[in-house]
């Protein structure tokens, strides 16, 4: 951290006036492209597009059902579930050694479903009680066989979500889904630790943005059950911590690494504050870095715990529930970075999606056996590339001060410092002109105050190797 505050107050003014200092850390970007990466007959083609954006780490979903054996039986089979060589590890093995062989750090994130054999009603979707015993021989498994390709481990894929763990309630209204999560947490840290890692790297949580703090089950009877628990109502359940983060004396100080969210927005913004106090969208994160503290003060993890966002993305149109123009979109995702940059706490960033998912249906239409389809990716579910696809690799937002405009922005292919021109619009003008050529911070960044009133601005890039690179118009 030293080096790079050291680095950043060596640049010189970057604008028209003295600019910002920029942050004092660096912050890793995962880039997640499902199954894009996953199927054969598309993944050499999408890691040619993910090293030409400037991809630099990866997150990748293990499905515990997608590699175990006989996944949809109800018993149990008779094989050694800490062996990594009684599972299927498929398309997972061309992945990790593809990202080791370009030097990306992988962040995996194991989660549901579980095989059929490891839940506990033994029903579809199988995300019923997984037994942890099971997970935990699983998770030595998976430290066993993939061993330095992995970077940093999570556990659970939204697990405050009915779609990847059940029960989230109990018969009186209150979360169920924490203490579950919990058990399932330490068993997976203790399955690392079982093949040998003393002291793995993992991120606790990978909760999803929104939920409730209770339901009223006598009320809504069975759809009640089908709601997501509050983000922090979560976190004070499995970190055993009643409502205002006084702790059981019964449970013990979790360890872990970071804590992992999914700090997804509404088509609002990022600004967006969502008014239930437990919620915590990217507008709020704050909320988050007070309740991990008042966790740690309780004794319940280690202090000061970074925050990984694991997974985010803004959706576009024709998504007609969530989306905005794919115009707002490259805005908001670069606002919605920017955010996350600014912010020392949060020590990850993510983009969800290369390609958007077919359309499906309204929000929550997953837990009823349908699809939600996500539109946050680069291009459209055709393969044509959306204002984000030319935006991503030069996230840019442009905010109005006092005295004119701060810019802030991003050259995410570069590999050192490196020159970048920004270029103005003017009132009344059809061209864009030069603002300014300056120089980045050896991770890319760079910053820029300017008095000039322009209505948009975008940002131009060569690479060393003559690559030309043009990103998306950006409003103030």
């Known amino acids: 951290m030293l080096l790079c505050a050291l680095l ?5 003014a970057l604008a028209l006036g003295a600019g910002p200092a920029l942050a004092s850390h660096t912050q890793v970007t995962y880039f997640e492209g499902s199954t894009d990466l996953l199927t054969p007959n598309t993944r050499e083609h999408a890691i040619a597009q993910l090293r030409s954006l400037g991809v630099k780490a990866l997150r990748v979903e293990l499905g515990w059902i997608d590699v175990a054996p006989s996944p949809t039986s109800a018993t149990t089979p008779s094989f050694e579930a800490a062996n990594p060589a009684s599972y299927n590890w498929g398309a997972y093995d061309w992945l990790l050694a593809k990202a080791a062989e370009l030097h990306w750090p992988v962040l995996l994130t194991v989660t549901a479903p579980a095989p059929r054999w490891a839940t506990s009603n033994r029903k579809a979707p199988y995300v019923t009680r997984p037994d942890d015993l099971d997970f935990q021989q699983f998770m030595t498994a998976v430290a066993r066989h993939y061993g330095s390709q992995v970077s940093v481990y999570s556990i659970w894929n939204e697990p405050n979500h009915p ?17 579950i999560y919990r058990g399932l947490y330490q068993a997976a840290y203790a399955g690392l630790q079982a093949a040998g890692l003393s002291h793995p790297r993992v991120l606790f949580g990978e909760t999803a943005p929104t939920g409730y703090d209770s339901v009223n089950i006598r009320r809504e009877r069975s759809k009640a059950l089908l709601h997501a628990v509050a983000p922090l109502a979560f976190l004070r359940g499995a970190l055993c911590l009643n409502g205002h983060y006084r702790k059981s004396g019964s449970c013990g100080r979790l360890q872990a690494s970071g804590y992992a969210h999914h700090a997804y927005t509404t088509a609002a913004g990022p600004s967006y504050r969502p008014p239930e106090s437990d919620n915590v969208t990217i507008g709020v994160l704050a909320r ?5 503290d008042l966790a740690a003060r309780a004794g319940a993890i280690t202090a000061h715990l970074p925050i990984y966002l694991t997974e985010f993305g803004v959706q576009s149109k024709p998504n007609r529930y969530l989306g905005v123009s794919t115009s707002k979109q490259a805005e908001f995702d670069a606002i919605a970075e920017h955010i996350a940059y600014s912010d020392p706490r949060v020590a990850a960033f993510s983009q969800y999606l290369l390609k958007d998912d077919p359309l499906g249906g309204a929000p929550g239409a997953g837990v009823n056996g349908g699809t939600i389809g996500f539109q946050t990716g680069l291009e459209y579910v055709n393969g044509a590339p959306k204002a984000l696809y030319y935006a991503w690799p030069l996230p840019l937002t442009v905010t109005k001060t006092g005295h004119g405009f701060s810019l802030w922005g991003l050259v995410r292919p570069a590999t050192g410092a490196t020159k970048v021109t ?3 619009r003017l009132r009344g003008s059809s061209h864009y002109r030069t603002l300014k050529t300056l120089t980045t911070n050896s991770a890319g960044y760079w910053v820029l105050n300017s008095s000039t009133r322009g209505i948009s601005w975008r940002v131009r890039w060569k690479s060393p190797t003559g690559q030309r690179y043009e990103g998306s118009p950006i409003a103030a």
């Open 422 to 424: 920004v270029l103005v």
């Open 8 to 12: 950043a107050s060596a640049l010189p």
């Open 288 to 292: 988050l870095e007070r309740a991990l």
């Open 163 to 179: 779609q990847f763990l059940m029960p989230q309630w109990n018969s009186n209204g209150t979360p169920a889904s924490p203490r």
